[in-house]
Each structure stands twice: as C-alpha cells, then as structure tokens.
C-alpha cells in the first residue's frame, strides 16, 4: 500500500518515452519527458533526484547515499525509464531491479507495472517467474548474482543486461548474503550500475573499484537534505510515561521498536493500562475493522489491541494482519504501534516518532550493540514527508537506570532517604547500554561496507557452465578457468581470505572431478610455446535454472520413484519428500521438538528413569523426520551425480503431513505447538509447500488422494489468509493497475480479498469433511471423550462414552485403529444431495451424508461414525459443520 503521506504520480510513464530512432535516446529528451511524468503526479525532482538522474542518462554509474524518505524509488524509476527507451530503440538491453526480500521485489513489481504496463516488466524471485522475458526484470540480488556468473558479460543485444539497480545495497556487507550483491560488480563491467542506500558509509573504495573495473564515471550522490529532519533524545523517564506524553502532545504514531516478536507483544500487552486512544478513536478503530475476520489464536489477542489503540507490527505475523495495522496507522487511528526492528527493512508504517527500547540485540551468536547502520536503518523511519515538520527518535536507558532515577525523585533532597536508597545495577552477564552508547551512535557514520564474497558448488559450476558440455573453452567463450581466476582475485576481499577462496574453489574442483563432472582438456593459445594452455569443462549437461530456483526440486522428482502408487501411505509419502525439499519454518520444528520432548519426559518419569538419563534420552528426541532413512541415503546417491546440490540440504521433516495425519486445522496447529507469535512463519511454510506440491509432483503421482491432500491445503492457506496465494495467482497475469489494487476498491475497503465459499472446492471440501471424521476417530481411540463432546456435532462427551464403550469392552484398549489402513478411502462413504440411502430415502438437499467406518482391532469392520454435513452453515462458518447421527454397528 501506498502512505498517504507521498504523493503518488498519476498514469503510466510510456506516453513520456521518446519515439524510437534506432539511436541513443537523448539524454535532454530523457530528463525532460520522466520530469515532466513526476511533475504531472504532483512530485516534483528534489535537487538530488536531479542530479543522480543527470549522471544516470549521461551513462555514469550512480552510487545513492542519500536519507531514508529522500526519494531514492524515484530514481530507480528514471533510470529504468531511460534504459526502456533505449531498449525501444534497439540500442540496450534488460535493466534488473534487485532486492533483499522477496517481498520488497514483488511490491516493486507491481509498482512498475503500474509505471510502464505488465508487457515491459517481468519477475523472478526462485519460486516465481512471470515475464522472463521482458525489458525490465525484478529478481531477488540471488538470481542476479547467479545469472551473471552463469552468463559473464557475454549476453549481447536485447538480451544483455545494461542496467542493474540494487536497492538495500548494505546488503553487500551481510556475512551471508553479500556475495550476491558483490557478483555483479565484478562479473557485468560493461553494465550501468544504480547502488542505492540510506546506510551505505564511505563510499570512495567502492567508486574507485568502479571506475576503474568498469572505465565508466562514477557519481556518489550523497549530500541531500532530509525532507523531515530528525532530532534525537537519550530518555530516563518510565516507557508508559514516555508514550503518553507523546501521545498527549500529538507526536504520534509512535513506532516502539523491539528486538524480539515477543517483547513486542508483551509490551502491547502492558499498554492496554493506558488510554493511548479517546473514546471516539476506539470508535472509528472499530468502525474501519468493520467485518474484518479475525481468526483464532493471535487474531483474538490483536483484535484486543486494536481496538484498544495499540499496533503490533512483525514479520512473524499473518500478512492480512500486517497489512490491517499498516492500514490503521495510515489512516492515523493507531497512535502507537510496538513492533520489531523490521521497521528498518522498508515496511509501510507511516511514522512520526521511533522509540528503540533498547540499544542492544541478539544477532544469532551473542548479544551485542547495535552498529552505526542498523540504528541510523531504524531511526531513519520518522518523519512523514507531507505530515511532519521533524522526526523524533527516541532512546530509552535500561530498566535499571530509570528505576534508580525514579527513586532519586521520589527521596527528593532528604539525606536520610538518599542514603538508603540501592541502586540497581544491570543484571549480571548482560550487555548494558548508556548515553554514551546512544551518542556515538547518533552521531556516528554507517561503517563501511565490509566485503563478505564466498565460493561454493553452485558459483564455480555456473562459471564452468559458460562453456556448456563438450565446449572448447576459448578466449572469446570466456574461458572458465579464467573466470574463476577472475572471481577469486579480484574480489573485494583481504589476501588472507582471497587465498582461502583459492584453496575452496580447489577442494570444489576436485570433488567435481572424482564425480566425473568435469575433465581437463587442452585449448588452443597460440601466446604459448607449446600452442595450447590447460582448462576444465563440463561432461554433463547442468539444468538451465539449477541456482536460480529451488535447488532440491529435481531430486524430489526422481525420488518420486522410490514410491508405490499402490501403498495405502503414498499420498503421505509424496507430501514427504517434497516438504523434506523445503526451508525449515524453524519456529514450528521447534515446537514440535517441545511437545515430542515433554510427552518423552512424562513417559520417562512413568517408567521411573533418574533426571540425569531422561536428560540425556531427551538429546535423541526431535521432530519426526518421516522418510528420512529412504531419502538420505538416496540423496548421497543423488548428489553423488548432481553436484550442483551439494550446497543444498536435505530436511526430512512432517509439518503438513502432521497436519494430514491428525486432521488438524491451522488453528490446531498454532495451538498445539505454541506458534500464536509466529503465524505467519506456519503459513508461509504452507503456502510454499501448496506450491512445491502443485509444480513438482509428476502426473503418474497424482492420484485422486494426492490431488484432495493438495486442493485441499491450498483451501487452507486461502482460508486462512488469501493473499499470499493471490499474489502468486496475480503475478502469473498482472494487470495495468495491479499496483491499486491493494489501496483502493472493495479489497481495500473490506481489510481482505472476499474468502471463497469453503464448499466452493468440492474436493478440498470433501478432505475437509475427511480431516474432521478422521478427527473424531482419532479422539476416540484414545476415549477422549469430553474433547469428543468439545468439538460439537449434538453428541457430548458422555454420548460418546456410551456409544463407544462396548467396543472396547469388547476388543480393548486399542480397539479403534488409526494407521494407515484406518486412513483407507474404502473406509469413507460420501453420499450427496438427492442419492439414496443405504437404510432407504434420500439425502436432504444441502446436505452430504458421510460415514466413516472404524478399523477395528479384530478387523470386522462393522462400526462407524455417521454424520449430516450442512453445506450452507459450512460455508457462513468457514469450517465443516456437521451433526453426529449414530456411533455403533452398522
């Protein structure tokens, strides 16, 4: 969505492209028509704006270092602006526009579309492509860097890459991902670079390497005014005191920033004593959730909130939450918003006034300060250019100082008081902050980017694939051993860690030879005496997208073959390998961990076992991992052949087919493994794995149950939050005005994308149905029964218990079954609207009579739960409504 506070230009820009010549556009004529394009939406050039579109139509480099809310988008605009029209002209290729998320990459795929119309603008991000082949491309820093190793320079005409914009280019300096925003730099020298950044530091290295690498002027564009200037505050008052004079003196929206989701909640938690909004606030908050759906879990807690005048904003949330709080503050109904240091990574919260509750974060090894760049990143979101004449940004002092001035204040001038006062100290083995902490970093600049290149599989394969199988390596084919040799010298490294990059990419080679991947061979160099100079190249054809897409994708195909269609887990089995393809969603592992954990520890105690060996069985207990003793040794096998995985992991883990297996909804799987904080990481999880199942399972695997478990958990995601797979629908055909969709019209207006009707999917419906008989099963093999009675239907507990109860006495304790010969499909009936029933009549018009036989331990078979599902009630719910008609023989 776009704030309100940034005036937004109106219409495409391809009425101000300059008619194609066949020439290079004049750089006058560009200036003139995307000025004119900005003026007419209100958005005049700043001077800075001016001068980097200036160097960037004349052909330099532009290295953009200017503030947080100065512009840079606008800039990107212009250059991309200038590169269409010379690829109209047939005089420049492609210009890439990369970023570190693949959010921010498909928000500015929309944004361009809206600018120069859907044919123009393409998209990759690994599991998207939309486009692929168009003039402007939008890929994650990850794509680039792989496809200018793949390629070099060597791309010509329409298809060469003459412009590469890099948003967030401090990303250089991350220690895992830097190499992809370095790649470019070295591997296209005679491509146009855009480098933009609030944060980037010095600067002169980099444009001297430029220069030099490229023989194209550089121009550093960094001495621009911030529209909202900031000022800054080191605070030693309460944080409830703080926020309620902001409030009260109208610097709000506050953004209280945290360095975990979980303080953050907690301290949305503890505002709730205040009154950060009056009566009338409380009302229009109301009045704009409207019929807002907020589901179980978080969604009750954020509701709280909400309507209290509290935000809460993180990355573990669901998108349609996010977007809601976004929406609020926007339209300056949320006054204070407590969040997480996201707020630096270009999330859309209009704010006036940032208030860091610490200076201190935990950085995945050790708590430590926050650098120069990350504070300037966070601070640098006050301030709303076109609302505020300043932004603030706030420091609060440790707990402990606070407490101890507050005591000060209250002892007053009064000697007796003072002297019994005890200080509080910050508590022991902590990493404290002070005000001296918070000058330096006030007035301290970014720290220079620090080179972090890395050499693995997949860079020195994609360098070899330059010659392609059985090539002759040549001069003019970009010989890869000089590739490389280029790569591993004249990155931005220290010596030391050049020369470890030497003794890696040899250990790589020699793996990819004992895998008769590649061969030496000889080329032909008439410079030497011997008329000849040695090489590698490849003995095998490499898949065209191997680094570009998920890396595991091939292997789940061939390991489809490992499976019987036949065996009655297959459809379990299938959804196995594919998520054993995909990203750990950690979080929820995790909580599988835990709870696998604590029921170990209560069987253990059971059986008597001393504290001391319960902690060490405990080492063994982890998440199920289904299939893992199948998949990993046939993935060594795998790799064995296909080296280009060996930077990848395999992951066996059950997250889905846990879900399948025990029926259970998303609001179950939240519930049950302590997940409220971190919706949004389950759903991503489940989205991705929607996906994967629907482009990575071959047709012969695709049996009708495969098909239901896919249909099915694509209901799921949708029902749960539809955005995540409308976005992937969308941007297989975006539209003009693709980018207004979220800011304006009924979507807008009703917080969400209108929920398809739950039945709407017979099949995903009909697994739904599956998922809640299977449920009941489950439950009464374990005689469970006031969850049974829980659960609705007409039955309670004790109904059930009365119904059931011969059974067991009959076959025991492990009377009802629930393997997978429980899971049979002959087990389930369905009988729909207006067919006979088995005991005579017919099936009730928006009804589906449903009997799900139980397998019992002695095999008869003839026991089953009954039940009447209403269609329409179903469909006002969003889940399966049914009635219980009978529990017994058949």
């Not at 444009?207 to 200037?229: H, Y």
């Not at 080191?234 to 005191?241: A, D, F, R, S």
């Not at 630096?344 to 006036?352: D, F, H, K, Q, Y």
Request: aromatic share 6%.
């Amino acid at each position: 969505m776009t704030s309100p506070a940034t005036p937004k230009p109106a219409g495409t820009l391809v009425p101000y492209l300059p008619a194609p010549t066949g020439k290079d556009p004049d750089p006058d004529v560009l200036f003139e028509g995307f000025s004119q394009w900005a003026s007419a939406g209100g958005r005049d050039l700043y001077p800075h704006q001016s001068e980097a579109l200036i160097e960037l139509v004349s052909g330099s480099h532009v290295i953009l270092a200017t503030p947080t809310g100065s512009g840079k988008s606008m800039v990107a605009m212009g250059a991309q602006f200038a590169a269409l029209a010379a690829f109209r002209s047939g005089r420049g290729g492609r210009t890439y526009y990369t970023a570190p998320l693949k959010a921010l990459v498909s928000e500015k795929f929309f944004d361009l579309v809206a600018a120069f119309g859907s044919k123009n603008v393409g998209m990759t991000t690994g599991d998207s492509s939309v486009n692929p082949d168009a003039p402007i491309i939008c890929c994650t820093a990850e794509i680039l860097a792989n496809v200018a190793l793949r390629d070099g320079g060597a791309r010509t005409g329409e298809d060469a890459i003459t412009q590469v914009v890099m948003d967030e280019f401090h990303f250089y300096g991350d220690p895992q991902r830097g190499w992809a925003w370095q790649v470019p730099l070295l591997e296209l020298p005679r491509t146009q670079l855009l480098l933009m950044s609030a944060t980037l530091g010095d600067t002169s290295r980099l444009a001297e390497d430029l220069e030099k690498r490229s023989g194209r002027p550089v121009a550093e564009v960094t001495g621009a005014e911030r529209p909202v200037p900031l000022t800054f505050s080191y605070v030693v008052e309460p944080l409830t005191e703080v926020i309620d004079e902001l409030v009260q003196t109208r610097r709000a929206p506050v953004y209280v920033v945290h360095f975990t989701q979980k303080d953050a909640v907690e301290r949305a938690q503890a505002l709730l004593s205040m009154n950060v909004a009056s009566k009338a606030d409380k009302e229009a908050i109301a009045a704009e959730i409207g019929a807002f759906r907020f589901g179980t879990g978080f969604g009750k807690t954020l509701s709280k909130f909400l309507r209290h005048g509290v935000g809460v904003h993180h990355a573990g949330m669901l998108p349609k939450y996010r977007r809601l709080v976004e929406r609020l503050t926007q339209q300056g109904l949320l006054k204070v918003v407590c969040g997480t240091d996201t707020l630096g990574v270009g999330i859309n919260v209009p704010i006036r006034t940032v208030l860091l509750t610490s200076l201190v974060k935990f950085d995945g090894e050790r708590m430590r300060h926050l650098t120069a760049r990350e504070f300037h990143q966070i601070a640098g979101r006050a301030g709303r250019a076109g609302f505020d004449t300043v932004g603030e940004v706030l420091v609060m002092a440790p707990d402990h100082v606070i407490e101890n001035r507050k005591a000060l204040e209250k002892a007053g001038d009064d000697p007796k008081k003072l002297k019994k006062i005890v200080r509080k100290k910050a508590p022991q083995g902590s990493v404290n902050w002070t005000d001296s902490t918070f000058e330096r970093l006030r007035d301290a600049d970014p720290e220079p980017l620090t080179s972090n290149f890395r050499v693995t599989h997949a860079m020195v394969l994609n360098v070899l694939a330059r010659a392609g199988r059985g090539g002759s390596p040549s001069a003019t084919d970009h010989d890869p051993v000089d590739a490389m040799r280029h790569l591993l010298t004249a990155n931005h490294d220290t010596d030391g860690k050049k020369a470890e990059h030497v003794r890696q990419a040899f250990r790589i080679y020699r793996s990819l030879r004992v895998a008769g991947v590649v061969e030496k061979v000889r080329v032909p160099d008439a410079t030497r005496p011997q008329g000849w100079r040695p090489s590698v190249r490849l003995t095998v054809d490499l898949p065209r997208d191997f680094a570009l897409n998920q890396p595991l994708s091939p292997f789940a195909l061939a390991a489809m073959d490992l499976l019987g269609v036949e065996s009655p887990t297959h459809a379990l089995d299938v959804v196995s390998i594919i998520e054993a393809t995909l990203d750990d969603p950690r979080q929820v592992l995790l909580g599988q961990q835990n709870k696998a954990r604590g029921g170990a520890v209560a069987a253990m105690k059971a059986e008597g076992l001393e504290y001391e060996e319960r902690m060490a069985l405990l080492e063994d207990v982890t998440w199920p991992q289904p299939l893992a003793d199948l998949l990993e040794p046939a993935f060594r096998t795998y790799r064995a052949g296909n080296p280009w995985v060996a930077d990848a992991e395999l992951s066996p883990k059950s997250v889905v087919r846990d879900m399948v297996e025990h029926a259970m909804t998303f609001a179950e799987v939240v519930s049950v493994y302590g997940l409220e904080r971190t919706e949004g990481v389950v759903l991503r999880y489940l989205a991705d794995a929607y996906r994967a199942l629907r482009q990575v399972v071959p047709e012969e695997h695709r049996t009708e149950e495969v098909q239901e478990v896919v249909e099915w958990l694509g209901e799921l995601v949708r029902g749960v939050d539809s955005s995540l797979l409308d976005e992937w629908e969308r941007l297989a055909n975006p539209v003009d005005d693709d980018a207004d969709m979220l800011t304006s019209g009924p979507l807008a207006e009703a917080g969400e994308a209108p929920a398809r009707p739950v039945t709407g999917n017979p099949r995903a419906f009909r697994r739904l149905v599956r998922n809640a008989l299977f449920r009941r099963v489950e439950l009464a093999s374990r005689e469970a029964y006031d969850i049974l009675g829980a659960l609705g239907g007409g039955w309670s507990g004790d109904d059930w218990a009365e119904a059931l109860d011969p059974l067991f006495e009959e076959q025991g304790d492990d009377a009802i079954g629930i393997g997978p010969a429980a899971r049979a499909s002959g087990l389930l009936a369905f009988i729909e609207p207006g067919a006979e029933l088995p005991h005579g009549g017919r099936v009730e018009p928006g009804t589906w009579w449903v009997r799900q036989v139980l397998d019992d331990r002695d095999g008869n078979r003839d026991w089953a739960v009954t039940v009447l599902v209403d269609l329409a009630a179903s469909d006002e719910a969003g889940e399966v409504v049914l009635t219980v008609l009978g529990v017994g023989q058949i």
